[in-house]
């Protein structure tokens, strides 16, 4: 069994920066793959400024911010991560995207190679059939922002050997993460039981239950959460949300997992939370202020 030294990451977005440090920082090899030289580009400034805050926080000595740096090399050519012993996919959640590279990707690995996707609501099943390696295919989900978040949900479908679903638990815990076991049914545990609770928040929000600051405050205060259901989704992103929401009500056809109408309108207008700068909340204030909704 090929010990892993060498792990390549699909998609050097906000997921992809962020699982690529961790692997470089656990001294994995790490080749990051993205479209273009820009994407790269700015993947790699993501990295450089997440390091350079562990540094100032006394989190990460200087040496060795700067040996997880040499260990990332980026390219825009799947032929470069051949040579991968794990191969972590974190690009947009389209299904025919990602099977599009996991069949060049399966043409070009080794036959050891392990197959990893990081999506939070396809299955696992529907990726790994496009592959000749279906009991090397596992479900990797980390959690944002990757470089903080210790939990790893480790999925297992119905082909995955009992072999590799090991060795990627392994490879989770040698990042410093939390592995826990789920099945392959989409949204696996975490976001199974977290979208429904996003998208009660929303209805209730059009409803009149409640208004989006008392909504936020109430489930903060009431349940201890960190922060609220409207603040989590403006972080999350609601286009993420609602993409996230559609796989799931597909999957299952239950109306608890289907995107309320105002998050569809919120998300038709640019409201995308805030990386858009306006979502339930309206970011261009320091510090946010509810964004008028017209409700």
Request: glycine content about 8%; overall charge neutral.
């Amino acid at each position: 069994m090929t010990e892993i030294k060498t792990v390549g990451v699909l998609g050097c977005g906000l997921m992809g920066s962020g699982i690529a440090q961790v692997a470089a920082a656990a001294g994995y090899q790490t080749i990051v793959r993205d479209m273009t030289d820009e994407l790269n580009a700015k993947g790699r400034g993501r990295i450089a400024r997440s390091l350079d805050k562990l540094v100032e926080r006394g989190k990460v000595l200087a040496a060795d911010r700067d040996a997880t740096i040499r260990r990332l090399t980026f390219t825009t050519r799947v032929t470069d991560l051949a040579a991968c012993d794990l191969v972590i996919e974190a690009v947009t959640e389209e299904l025919d995207l990602k099977n599009t590279l996991w069949i060049e990707l399966d043409a070009t690995c080794g036959p050891d190679t392990i197959f990893a996707s990081n999506t939070s609501s396809l299955t696992i099943a529907a990726m790994a059939a496009a592959t000749q390696r279906p009991d090397r295919f596992v479900g990797l989900h980390f959690f944002n922002p990757v470089p903080l978040m210790k939990l790893v949900e480790v999925v297992r479908t119905v082909t995955t050997s009992a072999a590799t679903f090991q060795r990627a638990r392994a490879f989770a815990q040698s990042l410093g993460k939390e592995p826990i076991a789920a099945k392959d049914s989409s949204g696996f545990i975490v976001n199974l039981l977290l979208i429904p609770y996003l998208l009660d928040a929303i209805r209730a929000l059009e409803r009149g239950v409640g208004t989006v600051a008392d909504i936020d405050t109430g489930m903060v205060l009431g349940t201890g959460y960190p922060m609220g259901p409207f603040t989590l989704l403006d972080f999350v992103g609601l286009d993420t949300t609602h993409k996230i929401a559609e796989i799931m009500f597909d999957e299952y056809r239950e109306t608890r997992y289907a995107p309320p109408p105002l998050l569809k309108r919120m998300v038709l207008a640019g409201m995308y939370g805030k990386k858009s700068g306006r979502g339930f909340y309206d970011y261009s204030r320091t510090p946010p202020v509810v964004a008028d909704l017209g409700l």
